[in-house]
């Protein structure tokens, strides 16, 4: 039944969320400090998880071909495919769940302790508009921060390859533009607008309606990673059912 009411509170948030919009001026103002906190403050540690993994993906890949038989080019097809499908869209959203979700919730969650929201309700606007809406703007410029790390995944998994002496750099451009199949950038970006909607939407709402003090903001937090993450994971499968498996 808890779940249940829970789900209801989310529809219900998201139904308030795009009502009774806030002046276009002071939107403006909250989307662009949002895009700053949200999207380039994410900017580092995705460049350096992406890059790192990338060349991690690489080497695992050349360990594991011991037979003289299958090409080298295989090193740079199995990075392209599991950065651009997988590691960028997926497992990037998670950790971004963790910092982008973990930040959401406790900064809505501090400011319903302390009664802020309840004075922006006072003083007649919507504070659901006002605080998620722009949120919301801000995570669609998410697909950037997404191709950035498809970028510098692939270059970690080219540095690690070429200067690992795992394969060379014709045979990992090689394995790069083998079979490529552009159909695979539309589905990794499409269920990356997906994942951003839900890292706006569902941190929020843990934070929104959070109950208690300044402990209950701490669990709110791991309550919006666990919720975020499960969403992520789900959406990603049926996605990627619906789009992959025909």
């Known amino acids: 039944m808890k779940y249940i009411e829970d789900i209801g509170s989310y529809f219900m948030m998201l139904g308030k969320v795009f009502s009774s919009p806030t002046k276009t001026s002071v939107l403006k103002e909250l989307i662009f400090k949002e895009i700053n906190d949200l999207i380039i403050g994410s900017l580092g540690i995705v460049a350096f998880i992406s890059f790192f993994v990338g060349g991690v993906i690489a080497i695992q890949t050349a360990l594991n071909m011991d037979n003289p038989l299958i090409p080298d080019y295989l090193v740079g097809f199995a990075t392209r495919q599991s950065v651009i499908l997988e590691f960028a869209p997926t497992f990037m959203s998670i950790i971004m769940a963790g910092k982008v979700g973990s930040f959401i919730t406790s900064s809505i969650g501090s400011m319903r302790v302390t009664e802020q929201i309840d004075a922006l309700e006072v003083m007649g ?4 508009n006002y605080l998620v809406f722009p949120k919301i703007v801000a995570l669609l410029f998410y697909p950037f921060v997404i191709a950035i790390s498809m970028f510098l995944g692939i270059l970690g998994g080219w540095v690690a390859g070429v200067y690992g002496g795992f394969t060379s750099s014709a045979s ?3 394995g790069l533009q083998e079979e490529f199949i552009p159909f695979h950038i539309v589905y990794a ?3 990356t607008m997906i994942f951003a909607f839900i890292l706006a939407t569902v941190p929020s709402w843990q934070g929104y309606y959070m109950k208690g003090g300044a402990l209950e903001v701490g669990k709110a937090s791991t309550n919006s ?10 959406s990603n499968y049926i996605v990627t059912q619906l789009l992959l498996s025909s």
Do not use: D
Request: aromatic share 20%.
């Open 125 to 128: 606007i919507n504070s659901l």
């Open 225 to 234: 990673f666990v919720w975020t993450s499960v969403l992520i994971i789900l």
């Open 189 to 191: 970006f499409l269920k």
């Open 172 to 174: 990992f451009v090689q």
